[in-house]
């Protein structure tokens, strides 16, 4: 009993390092594929990458990998590429299995499924090497090939490389909050337009610009609160070259057409969609090929009003 208590502690210490191994590759492939040099991001993904894969090491590979060493015992199988291709079938069957799962038995589901099976091989491929060099640390005698781990090391960079691009992860993406309006204008990547005319009461708070390889988005927030930072955003701005309309028809039932200086657009008011009550009115407009959304929520003691909204809008220049 004591030796089977043992050889599970020491799987978990296993699994544990694993965890913190397979989180520094995903950091790196994030830093690189993004081209991040941003050090302090990297420590604040870090932990929860970390914190995402802990649980399928532990509640996965410890035992799976018991059952995977009787089977190898049980067969007397030696070498080790053979036993590393019976730990990547083992993660491939597994994942391929919760990857159906997850998805209804839609296996048509093919960004999902590729993410899932790549990801049940890949962390076959770092509990496995994990493995061998907690043996060779505890077990002076084995000596772990150099060679082989940073071989090993590429291919694992390699298939995430190739997993991210497809699921789209991390991909080329960036992401950006600002606290001054004119910073805004600096590094905005659109040319934008801003509106010259805000009601009393509404002072601009902050803005993030958002960029990946399918769109830009920025997003603006007003608030009621001059000096400081303010969860409450009576106005929200947003600045896009994607088409909204599909967005807004996702909030509003109805969208009536409308003319902002001379340019198309739509207006959506509060609706009842599904169990969820929207209470909010929305302004969309395309300028140059360029998509502005203005939104303000409506209650009863809401600062701004539909009449506003339009007033704003069209004092952009």
């Not at 070259?241 to 340019?263: A, G, P, T, V, W």
């Not at 959506?268 to 360029?290: C, K």
């Amino acid at each position: 009993m004591g030796d089977k208590i043992k050889i599970i502690l020491t799987l978990i210490s296993i699994a544990l390092i694993s965890s913190f191994f397979y989180a520094i590759f995903q950091v790196l492939l994030t830093q690189i594929i993004n081209l991040n040099t941003d050090i302090w991001f990297a420590f604040y993904i870090f932990p929860h990458l970390f914190a995402g894969t802990f649980p399928y090491f532990i509640l996965a590979w410890v035992p799976l990998s018991l059952l995977i060493e009787k089977l190898i015992q049980y067969y007397n199988i030696h070498g080790y590429l053979f036993k590393l291709i019976i730990y990547c079938f083992v993660g491939f069957i597994s994942f391929f299995i919760y990857g159906i799962v997850l998805n209804l038995g839609n296996i048509f589901f093919l960004s999902i499924l590729t993410f899932s099976l790549i990801f049940g091989i890949t962390t076959a491929f770092v509990f496995y090497n994990t493995m061998i060099i907690y043996k060779a640390t505890l077990n002076k005698e084995l000596k772990p090939n150099t060679k082989r781990l940073i071989t090993l090391f590429v291919i694992i960079l390699a298939v995430f490389s190739f997993n991210l691009t497809i699921t789209g992860d991390y991909s080329n993406h960036s992401s950006e909050e600002f606290y001054n309006i004119e910073e805004v204008l600096e590094n905005s990547p659109l040319g934008l337009k801003l509106p010259s005319n805000l009601p009393d009461g509404v002072y601009f708070n902050n803005a993030q610009i958002y960029q990946d390889r399918n769109e830009i988005i920025i997003t603006i927030s007003y608030s009621g609160n001059k000096k400081e930072f303010d969860w409450d955003t009576p106005l929200i701005l947003t600045v896009t070259d994607k088409n909204m309309k599909k967005e807004l028809l996702e909030r509003h039932d109805k969208l009536k057409e409308i003319s902002i200086n001379d340019n198309k657009g739509y207006i959506g008011r509060s609706a009842i969609i599904g169990d969820y009550e929207y209470m909010d009115v929305t302004l969309m407009w395309n300028e140059n090929e360029i998509y502005y959304s203005l939104s303000t929520d409506v209650y009863e003691n809401s600062i701004l009003d539909e009449d506003d909204l339009f007033k704003i809008a069209k004092s952009f220049k």
